[in-house]
């Protein structure tokens, strides 16, 4: 009987040690959610576990009305049977007591709100600001509705009750939003943007100063774009790195150093030669024109050797690059056409190349005579038929300074003088032979009837440019620059015959041939003359 006592007590004792080892044991299995089975049948331990800092933070989002049905809403049963509600979150929104539509339309709110999230994207010193949504963002785990659905409503009793204890000790279950950006929009962005991502390598540069001093400006590395190895990039980090917010990426990229030209630009110390004309006529085109190119040649900066082009500093004179219609030049008369003036930012440059004896290697004169130089002085451009070019043939760079004040344009060539101080220049032009200006008259139909214009009368010139030469003060040489022919533009008079019959067209033809003006004023019943204002390009 003894024996039976002590066998019935061991066993009392062995169910006793065996009760408090499931009570030790089963909090940290569900705690640890390391049970293979819970794993498998309860959605709830693939949830992500929150601190409750964590999940107050999160907890700002607006919870939407407790009323779902209680079929939909996320409601955890505990091991008693009562129901308890629980913090469950994607992302950031608290889904606790949403149906399956408001869950849907939150997340669909969620991510209108990322995307438009700020992500910079650097390639070296150049970056560019975008968007998320222009990068295409989207989710992937489109099933974390109905996970978040699912949670403590799976699996039987046991699942069920793990579920339950990892809210109850590690706080609300948040559903991350898996992102991702698309890959045609994340290529449209780097096309997009290609010229502010690239940049070619660019040496140092000059500043010229109030005082007429120069301050160096730091060089650029240039930076060229690995497109598919940065598609990658960006796809990567919305994948494994983003979590909503400005974001940041550095591209992929190869770079090309600049070449340092500091000690060479470091040379330009000294004012080589300066060239001044007046080009306020009160023609606002024309002025705007002047302005506006010579805007185009200021800052140049010419290394030794190198050739600048009028036509290619300057551009197209054209309306889309700002350019004005403007009086010029063609077959003989004045004319609109875009860009009327900028001949007379190319002759005043032309004026301050030769004062700092630069090697000139194209220059046209004009047609006809400008009022603005004398013969020999001018130089005229043509878009494709006429440049003006010159030669930096000094052993240092080169800088060209524009100045336009007061109806007045300036030329100054900055560089290294290595002249002697007591050899100047100076340049004359001489006049070889002219051609008296002849008086025409003509008819034009568009006119109204007995109006008189007339313009042109411009004396035809032979000319030649010399530049001479002076050792202290004395007049040592002289050079030959140029030699220019300039056309005689006839005095027109132009008589409107608007609504003329035929009658009165042979009595104003038979005045003109007279070549009497009186006589056509007559003709015409004493029209008044009108002079033509002649800018010349």
Known sequence: MERKRRLIAGVIAIILALLMIITLVLPAMAAENTDSAGQAGADTLNAVAVSSSSAENSAQTEAVSSSSSASESLMVSSGSGSQKKYGIYIDNINVTDMTRS????????????????????????NEVRTTAGALGLTYTNQEVIEEALSIGKKGNIFKRFLADRQLENNGPIVLDLNFAVSRSDVSAVLAKNADALNCSPQSNGVVLNADNTFTLTPGKTGVALNNKASVQKIMDYFTNDWHGGEGGITLSYSTTEYADQSAELSKITDLLGSATTGYQTGDTNHDTNVRLAAEHINGTVLYPGEEFSAEKVIGPTTKEYGFLPGDTYENGKVVESYGGGVCQTTTTLYDAVLAAELKVTERHNHSYLVSYVEPGFDASISEGLMDFCFENNTSAPIY????????YLTFNIYGEETRDSDRTVSFESRTLSTTDVETTYETDSSMPYGSITVSGGIQGVEAELYKEIYIGGQLNSEELVNRSSYAMMPLTYTIGTENADSETLQAIQAAIATGDLATIQTAVGNGSVVESDVIEN
């Open 400 to 407: 060209i300074q524009a100045v336009t004040k007061n109806g």
């Open 102 to 125: 408001q869950m849907k339309k939150a997340v669909e709110a969620r991510m209108k709100e990322l995307s438009d999230d700020v992500i910079v994207l650097y390639a070296g010193d």
